[in-house]
């Protein structure tokens, strides 16, 4: 699903935040992004974004080279990676509802359908109830829920999660986690970028860690 080949990213032609980065992600995998603050974590996610090229090497995912992609065709490569972060950036003036309903707006989904599916994704994170809701009447790890519904509306082949549990106490993090483990359950391949060791730990699922832009380690899951 995803394979970086000697990837390499230098930011403003000199800093080096990635350096000759090898790893390749099988389908259906569930994998850990670990290291310190600073180590390349986000900036390999974006590169499988495509919010960043790299500046050596190359990214496939799902056997393609993404770098070369025809700009045309960004959009649609971008439909099939569901993109959860740790702020959630959720709209503070549109419901629960609308907000998960987002990407689909954008595609042009049929609202009926459109709202099918938003029904779905909002049930799978236990918060079909709230639909109505604004964000700020939620808690943190409901917003963050909210988050995990938007981004697996489109039904994602590839989910990407920047510290998804960055602000929330061990017992949401860990339901966060198990959701995440729900969606890799039924075939999504989950990449999480996180420093909560231990919580990475107690999940025992493969670990890639990163140090000053290197992998220095690729743990098989436990
Ligand atoms: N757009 C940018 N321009 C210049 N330098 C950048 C840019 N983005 C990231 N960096 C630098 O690249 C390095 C890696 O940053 P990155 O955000 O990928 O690390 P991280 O492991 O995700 O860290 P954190 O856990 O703090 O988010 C850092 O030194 C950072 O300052």
Redesign the pocket.
């Given at each position: 699903m995803i394979l970086f080949e000697h990837v390499g990213k230098r930011?403003?032609g000199r800093?080096e935040?990635l350096a000759n980065i090898d790893f390749r992600v099988q389908r259906g995998e569930m994998v850990f992004l670990t290291?310190h603050?600073?180590?390349?974590?986000?900036?390999l996610l974006r590169l499988i974004m495509l919010l960043e090229r790299p500046t050596r090497g190359r990214v496939l995912v799902a056997g393609h080279d993404i770098g070369r992609l025809h700009p045309s065709q960004v959009p649609f490569y971008r439909r099939q990676i569901g993109v959860v972060f740790q702020d959630h950036q959720l709209l503070v003036d549109r419901s629960i509802f609308h907000n998960v309903a987002l990407p689909l707006e954008i595609r042009g989904v049929e609202p009926r359908e459109a709202a099918r599916r938003v029904r779905a994704a909002l049930d799978k994170v236990g918060l079909l109830h709230r639909e109505k809701a604004l964000p700020i009447e939620l808690s943190g790890g409901e917003q963050q829920r909210v988050g995990i519904a938007r981004a697996v509306v489109n039904k994602p082949s590839l989910l990407l999660a920047d510290?998804p549990t960055g602000n929330l106490d061990p017992q949401l993090s860990a339901d966060i986690m198990a959701l995440f483990e729900d969606f890799n359950r039924i075939g999504t391949t989950v990449m999480i970028?996180s420093?909560d060791l231990a919580l990475i730990a107690r999940l025992r699922h493969r670990v890639l860690r990163?140090r000053e832009g290197r992998l220095i380690a690729d743990e098989e899951a436990a």
């Open positions: 930011y403003g800093f935040a290291g603050s600073g180590a390349g974590k986000s900036s510290e970028a420093h990163l």
